[in-house]
T-cell receptor, first 113, second 115 residues
Framework: GENVEQHPSTLSVQEGDSAVIKCTYSDSASNYFPWYKQELGKGPQLIIDIRSNVGEKKDQRIAVTLNKTAKHFSLHITETQPEDSAVYFCAASRGTGFQKLVFGTGTRLLVSP | NAGVTQTPKFRVLKTGQSMTLLCAQDMNHEYMYWYRQDPGMGLRLIHYSVGEGTTAKGEVPDGYNVSRLKKQNFLLGLESAAPSQTSVYFC??????????????FGPGTRLTVT
């Protein structure tokens, strides 16, 4: 089955710096890759997603890139702010139909003022 | 519009006790999911449902049962709780394909401790 690895497990940056979180997946048939943000005491919330027919997607300060050949995808956050501090999860699934997501183990991002 | 709600928020059980976790959504979503979240392991799918009256096993179904008698509710049951079931449980829902985006909407979670 699918296996998703996520790195790093923790990431500390200064406010205004960029942050990059990387994930690799094992199932070449996976074609949907969402990123979720989880704040303390809350459930995960989708922040951006990408399908395998595109290589990059941007939404203001966040972007996701996908390399299907290498089977890895990354989350990029520019001009980080303290409110970006949270745990970020990547995930992968075959198709967008039922969507059985396999999650990475999470990255705790700390943005210091 | 409350989205996805879960009850209870916290619960402590003794080994062998039973309980039911309730998930409710008011978005008329077809698909519903139960996950567990453990430190260093991300979220793992326990059971899921693609519509009222249907359920199926996910990645880690052992020790759990589910029911989807009403479209808006998805119940997760533990018949005989074990310490290994200490975890944070999340429910999620999404609309079916073709009706909108792909986002799964998560509830706030239930923290369960089994002693």
């Amino acid at each position: 089955g699918e296996n998703v690895e996520q790195h790093p497990s923790t990431l500390s940056v200064q406010e205004g710096d960029s942050a990059v979180i990387k994930c690799t997946y094992s199932d070449s048939a996976s074609n949907y890759f969402p990123w979720y943000k989880q704040e303390l005491g809350k459930g995960p919330q989708l922040i951006i997603d990408i399908r395998s027919n595109v290589g990059e997607k941007k939404d203001q300060r966040i972007a996701v890139t996908l390399n299907k050949t290498a089977k890895h995808f990354s989350l990029h956050i520019t001009e980080t702010q303290p409110e970006d501090s949270a745990v970020y999860f990547c995930a992968a699934s075959r198709g967008t139909g039922f969507q059985k997501l396999v999650f990475g183990t999470g990255t705790r991002l700390l943005v210091s003022p | 519009n409350a989205g996805v709600t879960q009850t209870p928020k916290f619960r402590v059980l003794k080994t062998g006790q039973s309980m039911t976790l309730l998930c409710a959504q008011d978005m008329n979503h077809e698909y519903m999911y139960w996950y567990r979240q453990d430190p260093g392991m991300g979220l793992r799918l326990i059971h899921y449902s693609v519509g009222e009256g249907t359920t199926a096993k996910g990645e880690v179904p052992d020790g759990y049962n589910v029911s989807r008698l009403k479209k808006q509710n998805f119940l997760l049951g533990l018949e005989s709780a074990a310490p290994s079931q200490t975890s944070v449980y999340f429910c999620a829902s999404r609309t079916r394909p073709g009706l909108g985006g792909y986002e799964q909407y998560f509830g706030p979670g239930t923290r369960l401790t089994v002693t």
